[in-house]
């Protein structure tokens, strides 16, 4: 976060984080408001980087399906399928406008002026998803170590949070691929996966289960525990 703190990167921070806890508190308690706040952040975190844009089925699926699941009434899906719709197509609205007003082509965004072959969507995914998981310069668990701390308690976070981590770990996955099949997935400028660091800190909520875990295992196995943790961090 230090070597990017005078960019975009701490904004797309708040923006995901505030978009993820309107998104999740609208599934367990559906407000108008909450939803086009999710939605406003969810834009607001577009207009910093275009790759984002990726992120706006999410949130659109997901009001569907707690629609069609948890609603019946027919009303409620017809407002369901307005809240899922119109916002994201008024966001492509924007940056049509905004691409026009700047390039003159609703079709260009910037990405045409400098090195156009390094910011085209590729079939070759593996490259980047490696480098963002294990390579020593990108790697997430690297770079945010606290990921580490989070897998022993991604199981109880799933089934205790089903939304959350639906939302969180469908965001990572289409954005880990889709950036990944990017030629200039690595950002440079700095180091670590400055692409991903926006959902990073959303990533590590199942440390809370792994500390809740640690804390029930016996005196012994903590301090196993304690020490396999510092060989991973140090």
């Known amino acids: ?6 960019s975009s990167e701490i904004y797309q921070v708040l923006f995901f984080s505030t978009f993820f806890l309107l998104l999740t508190r609208y599934l367990h ?3 108008t408001t909450l939803i086009l706040g999710a939605w406003a952040c969810l834009a607001a975190l577009v ?3 275009l ?16 629609a069609w699941t948890t609603n019946p009434a027919r009303l409620d899906r017809s407002r369901a399928v307005v809240l899922a719709t119109l916002p994201p197509l008024l966001i492509l609205a924007l940056l049509a ?23 085209r969507l590729t079939t070759n995914w593996i490259d ?19 990921l580490l701390l989070a897998l022993p308690g991604i199981k109880t976070f ?33 180091y670590g996966p400055r692409y991903l660091i926006a959902l990073l800190p959303g990533l590590a909520l199942p440390t ?10 016996r005196r012994s196995f903590q301090r196993l525990a304690l020490g396999a943790v510092l060989v991973l961090l140090f």
């Open 158 to 190: 799933v089934t205790r949070h089903r939304a959350d981590a639906a939302l969180l770990f469908g965001s990572f996955l289409l954005l880990l691929l889709t950036i990944g099949s990017i030629p200039s997935w690595r950002g440079e400028w700095t």
């Open 51 to 66: 790759v984002f844009g990726i992120l706006l089925v999410v949130p659109a699926a997901m009001i569907l399906h707690a």
């Open 1 to 6: 976060f230090s070597q990017r703190a005078q």
């Open 128 to 146: 980047g998803v490696y480098g963002f998981l294990f390579s020593v310069r990108w790697s997430i668990f690297i770079y945010f170590p606290v």
């Open 47 to 49: 207009l910093t980087r």
């Open 97 to 119: 406008w905004i691409n026009h007003a700047k390039f003159g082509s609703i079709f260009l965004t910037g990405y045409h002026q400098w090195h156009v072959e390094d910011h």
């Open 208 to 217: 809370l289960y792994s500390a809740e875990l640690f804390i029930s295992l």
């Open 29 to 31: 308690r559906p407000k």
